[in-house]
């Protein structure tokens, strides 16, 4: 009896246990679902704020946009002269500073002028001793001339005198050769620069015997202003360089090689008479006048020629521009703060600016950054950007 008593009762404790049990787990379970659903609430929310891309636009405008062709060139001095001898002898002196501009005709060096002067002395001299016999001669033959009516000089007298007369004449006419040459050799002495223009580093040092046969030089001279620049560019650029040429002077732009600097505004001169056919290209030269001496021989630079100007292009900012697996594209913003990926066709690009052939009309906004967080269809913050 005190068995089942004690069994009943463990039973009906177990059976309210149990019960309060499962009142617990539904109230967790509940606590559970109402506190999950608050999270998940307050995550698609935060979510939601976070699909919102910030972005800067810029309307499409329209602009008259120069088109330009650019090639890698090198400047090369106007003209380039080699200074050397035309005379043996000592070299005196040198009359130039290594780097100083000269003028055309300025003395730049002098040879020992001793020999060529003693040379033009005796040829002076020996033109006035055949002049003495000259005049003797025509002395001569005026007494036979008189003397040859009376028959006291004989016909082949007079003739002979007449003779000596012509000689003497040639023979004066090769004294007078012979002291031009003498003359020109002792002004070699005197070296002097043939073009206005900047003296390089000097390669002979006076006291040392220079000759006419020598090729080193004592100084290089090269003329930098003006100044030229020889670049090239593909051959399907002739017709378009021909037609501009046509049309009157083509600017060009010399520019450093980073692009950031502009050294000289210039004109095209000419194009080369022929394409190179191992590189498909033709050579350019261009003209400038260099005045700051921004421009050296031997330096590289990027030429830019502006072949003619497109009147009222639509215009974009390049940072709008995007490449994809179907072309070039770009973020359109629309009016429910959303974009749309439009395909477009550019015509060319200028410096920050791309021409837009077709897919966007003036006054539609494009999207300048944050491309890379975008889809077709993606809510966005838009601000005004800043146009190149």
Do not use: C
């Amino acid at each position: 009896m005190s068995e089942r008593r004690w069994f009943g009762m463990s039973m009906t404790r177990l059976v309210m246990l149990g019960a309060g049990v499962l009142v617990l787990a539904l109230l967790a379970w509940r606590w559970s679902s109402e506190s999950h659903g608050a999270t998940t609430a307050g995550a698609n929310d935060a979510k939601g704020a976070s699909q919102i891309i910030p972005v800067e636009v810029v309307s499409a405008t329209r602009a008259d946009v120069p088109v330009y062709l650019e090639g890698l060139g090198t400047v090369q001095a106007f003209y380039t002269v080699t200074i050397t001898p035309r005379v043996d002898g000592t070299l005196q002196k040198v009359d130039f500073v290594e780097g100083q501009t000269v003028q055309q005709g300025a003395l730049l060096a002098q040879i020992d002028p001793r020999p060529y002067q003693a040379a033009l002395d005796q040829a002076t001299a020996t033109k006035l001793k055949d002049a003495a016999q000259r005049v003797s001669a025509q002395h001569d033959l005026e007494r036979f001339l008189e003397l040859a009516p009376n028959d006291l000089a004989s016909k082949q007298t007079v003739d002979d005198q007449r003779a000596l007369v012509a000689q003497l004449d040639a023979q004066l006419k090769a004294d007078q050769a012979a002291i031009d040459n003498a003359r020109t050799q002792l002004e070699y002495t005197n070296i002097t620069s043939p073009i206005e223009g900047r003296t390089g580093i000097r390669l002979i040092d006076p006291g040392n015997n220079v000759h006419a046969s020598d090729t080193a030089g004592i100084v290089v001279v090269t003329q930098v202003q003006p100044i030229a620049v020889i670049f090239t560019l593909p051959e399907e650029s002739l017709p378009e360089m021909s037609a501009a040429l046509a049309a009157g002077p083509v600017t060009v732009e010399a520019r450093s090689r980073d692009e950031k600097t502009l050294l000289d505004h210039g004109t095209v001169s000419l194009l080369d008479n022929q394409i190179d056919q191992s590189t498909g290209t033709i050579r350019v030269k261009a003209t400038f006048a260099n005045a700051s001496n921004t421009l050296w021989p031997g330096e590289f630079v990027n030429a830019k020629v502006l072949t003619r100007t497109e009147k009222n292009a639509l215009t974009i900012p390049s940072s709008a521009v995007q490449r994809g697996a179907g072309g070039m594209f770009t973020y359109v913003l629309k009016p429910d703060s959303t974009v749309e990926a439009r395909p477009l066709k550019i015509a060319g690009e200028e410096g920050q600016r791309s021409v837009v052939a077709s897919g966007l009309q003036p006054g539609e906004r494009v999207v300048i950054n944050n491309q890379y967080r975008l889809q077709a269809g993606a809510r966005v913050q838009a601000t005004p950007g800043r146009a190149s």
